[in-house]
């Protein structure tokens, strides 16, 4: 394909690339699109369908300064295959990717987080930039723990964050100009995005072990926010230590927070949610719906008792649902405002 004898105007790739570890086949689409002959030089690679050939693929169209356009085809028993060209000039080639492909594409994408990922970016045209969201990889055959043994979700940016994420810069008077805290924040990504959508003001909360993490995205992402967003420390329902003072929050966010943690664990979560909300502030919780979820009860019956609720399904924003289909109600947006003389928990 090219090697020594000099630029090539078509490399073919059938499923070759397919038998070699995700660094082998960022390496050979490099040295492929290299060698491409301009202006008119292809790319055209067959390969079974997967979230990390996508992300090569598009990684390496743009470290090149190339065009790529990718098609999902159907095949036996279901299966699909992903058809991707590369060109520096597709031009009139090609049409746009069909609903087909669209879905698939968001669907492998968004199946769960991108683990391998050292880095994740949220865009949106409501921000004036992107957000770069650090990740910690997750190796293969690797457990990742904490040292201090808090729970490790947070290292990743989830699917349900991105649909919130994306709520909220569809619609910014949610958060702009008032005072805005994330519980179990993780990365951190919603609250930043509440930070560059204009929030007075955003503390970002997690435990011991992510703060390293969140801290180092936060100073990242300190000039798309203003300055005005902050991590800190908070163990739920907690009155002292580093984030035992902080009440009287205008909106509380939380992403996946709620799923198979126990009453503990729930009745904590939702002291924190009473101490942070103003007498008119809300809380914006995103929760996945997932089997077993019958274990989690407890929380929105504690829930119940202290805050009236509205709930708003987010599959309209994809992100790996589809409104069209039977996802409506997979990921759903909980609105909760507090009860008149709510009492203590």
Not at 20 to 32: C, G, H, I, K, N
Not at 136 to 148: L, M
């Amino acid at each position: 394909l090219g090697g020594e004898q000099g630029p090539v105007s078509l490399a073919v790739d059938c499923g070759f690339l397919d038998d070699l570890d995700p660094e082998q086949v960022r390496d050979a689409l490099l040295l492929l699109g290299q060698q491409l002959q301009r202006p008119d030089g292809l790319l055209a690679s067959l390969s079974f369908a997967t979230a990390s050939r996508i992300l090569a693929l598009r990684r390496t169209a743009a470290e090149l300064g190339l065009e790529l356009h990718l098609r999902m085809l159907p095949v036996e028993h279901g299966e699909v295959r992903l058809a991707a060209l590369m060109s520096p000039s597709l031009q009139g080639l090609l049409q746009e990717a069909d609903k087909f492909t669209e879905r698939h594409v968001d669907k492998l994408l968004h199946s769960g987080p991108l683990w391998g990922e050292a880095y994740v970016t949220f865009e949106h045209p409501a921000l004036p930039a992107p957000i770069i969201m650090e990740q910690v990889p997750k190796v293969p055959g690797q457990e990742h723990r904490h040292a201090s043994g808090d729970d490790s979700t947070g290292f990743w940016v989830w699917p349900a964050c991105k649909a919130l994420s994306a709520h909220l810069a569809a619609h910014p008077e949610l958060v702009r100009g008032r005072r805005v805290v994330e519980l179990g924040a993780g990365g951190g990504l919603a609250g930043l995005v509440c930070a560059a959508l204009g929030a007075e003001e955003v503390v970002l909360t997690e435990l011991t072990g992510t703060m390293p993490l969140l801290e180092r995205n936060v100073a990242r992402n300190a000039s798309v926010c203003k300055n005005r967003a902050k991590a800190v420390e908070l163990r739920w329902g907690a009155s002292d230590g580093p984030g035992g003072q902080l009440a009287d929050f205008d909106v509380v966010i939380g992403c996946e927070l709620v799923y198979r943690l126990g009453e503990e664990a729930y009745r904590a979560l939702v002291s924190s949610m009473v101490k942070l909300t103003s007498a008119n502030g809300i809380c914006l919780f995103v929760v996945e719906c997932r089997d077993g979820m019958v274990d989690d009860i407890e929380f929105f019956e504690l829930a119940n008792e202290q805050f009236d609720v509205e709930s708003t399904s987010l599959a309209s924003y994809g992100y790996g649902l589809n409104e069209d289909e039977d996802d409506e109600g997979e990921r759903i947006l909980y609105t909760y405002r507090p009860l008149p003389n709510r009492a203590a928990t």
